[in-house]
């Protein structure tokens, strides 16, 4: 008996799961135009037109979070208010299915939204101070070839032979290119892109033992996840292997050019994602006493979603031919409800913790007040896996008090604290300082980086080498 209801719970416990997965990784705008296709398609599923709260369900009479399920816990602490709030609370420029007219001061979050940026020129405005002006042909040659994974898909003979430089002129302008950020872009293959991923993380990180020959001679286990051909292959133990592989899986990327790079950007199978509308908005409370912060998560709908109680009703006297798809349309109605609450819930939870974590970075705005933290701690502190946060923070974007708005991914940038620092000593120098210097300096401050990776985040910034400041 037991067996059997195990059997049973399997499928639709999968299903659960799996679709609260894919609307975790959703913004809002597909979110939005997934529940229309559903209410198009299930007749189980209706739309309430009225306010209420996510998460206990009760009627909202005002704008805001709920007075009851939405209060903090203890009113003396920094806790932040979380909710999730209706496009109804926000104004016409945010609003699109809204009256195009509305209040001059009504905000445009357009307006807000950087400008797009592909990945060619992303990669060649960091190294423009690195090579010579005659070189940035043969860069943006590169550049231009190179395929939606980011690698190069011609040989650099023929640029050579194309711009009649010597080869060796034209490799060095491609290793600028492959230690860039994102890391590995321009790389011949997955395999070397890993490779030059690997040799400028040892600087920062203890790399497992036998990682680099995992990566040269087992990469075909690696991929098939054959973990017992690989331990065979580095004549070690499987759970050496394991290891190797988890690392290797957590920290490199095989295809640079889907890694997460730009400042406000995801790039997914769409193309490049840019932030012309936050999905969070985070706001100081005015007159609080400890500068309490407001979260509101914005919902992907208006209203209510609900099976529909005539057509529950209606399904218990179906005819025979039709019993089985209406109790599959009101299961698959009863999933859709179930999992947008669970994907809100989780979204309240890592909002709930970020805001905690990193509350002088956003009353502030000050890039160097950020906490340097991993989706593997928050994962951690949050009691669930690295690949929900993963998930969580994809193609979102938050708008900060000061109403700029980052990638929710920025929370997780660990670079970004020590790449402000070293712009802030580049301004305040007396003379140029070297990127040995810089180093020394930025250990001071309480980072210790490799040089070569200061010249990896100079590069990123669009600093100028000591040398070419010097001539300035």
């Known amino acids: 008996m037991f067996q059997i209801q195990n059997q049973e719970l399997r499928p639709q416990v999968t299903a659960h799961l799996a679709q609260t997965m894919a609307l975790l990784q959703m913004p809002a705008t597909e979110i939005r ?196 051909n690989l331990a065979k292959t580095l004549n070690t133990s499987l759970e050496q292997a394991e290891e190797i592989a988890e690392f290797i899986r957590a920290n490199l990327n095989p295809y640079p050019g889907r890694s997460f790079w730009g400042d406000h950007r995801q790039p997914t199978e769409k193309g490049v994602q840019a932030y012309h509308q936050p999905d969070i908005i985070l706001k100081e409370i005015e007159n609080s006493p400890n ?59 890592l909002m709930t913790e970020i805001v905690k974590e990193q509350r002088d970075y956003i009353l502030s705005g000050d890039p160097a007040l950020l906490r340097p933290q991993t989706q593997a701690e928050m994962a951690e502190t949050l009691e669930v896996h690295e690949s929900t946060i993963s998930r969580a923070v994809s193609d979102k974007s938050v708008q900060l008090p000061n109403r700029k708005i980052i990638p929710l991914q920025q929370f997780f940038d660990r670079s970004l604290p020590v790449r402000t620092t070293l712009l802030r000593l580049v301004e305040n120098e007396n003379t140029p300082l070297t990127d040995t210097e810089l180093a020394e300096e930025l250990s001071q401050a309480g980072y210790n980086i490799a040089r070569r990776t200061v010249a990896k985040y100079r590069a990123m910034e669009g600093i100028l080498s000591s040398r070419l400041r010097q001539k300035v």
């Open 33 to 228: 135009q997934k529940i229309r296709t559903e209410l198009a398609n299930n007749p189980a599923l209706e739309i309430v037109e009225d306010r209420r709260c996510p998460s206990c369900g009760r009627i909202l009479s005002t704008p805001g979070p709920c007075p009851v399920c939405s209060q903090p816990f203890d009113t003396q602490l920094d806790e932040p208010i979380v909710f999730i709030s209706s496009p109804d609370d926000f104004p016409a420029p945010y609003n699109r299915s809204s009256s195009s007219t509305g209040s001059p001061h009504e905000i445009s979050y357009d307006n807000l939204a950087p400008a797009v940026e592909d990945l060619p020129a992303f990669v060649l405005r960091q190294i423009a101070p690195e090579i010579a002006e005659d070189e940035r042909l043969i860069a943006a040659h590169i550049l231009n070839n190179l395929n939606e994974d980011g690698l190069l898909e011609i040989p650099l003979e023929e640029i050579s032979q194309f711009y009649h430089v010597p080869l060796s002129r034209v490799s060095r302008v491609a290793n600028i290119i492959k230690h860039a950020e994102p890391t590995g872009v321009g790389a011949s293959s997955p395999q070397e892109a890993l490779l030059i991923q690997l040799d400028l993380l040892r600087e920062d990180t203890r790399v497992p033992y036998l990682a680099e020959e995992a990566i040269r001679s087992g990469l075909k286990d690696l991929s098939k996840h054959s973990y017992r």
């Open 291 to 349: 500068r309490r912060i407001m979260v509101e998560i914005i919902s992907p709908f208006r209203g209510s979603l609900r099976v529909n109680p005539l057509f529950k009703r209606a399904q218990k006297q179906a005819p025979e031919d039709k019993s089985e798809a209406w109790a599959k349309d009101i299961e698959s109605a009863s999933l859709l409800i179930k999992c947008l609450q669970q994907r809100n819930h989780t979204m309240e939870q």
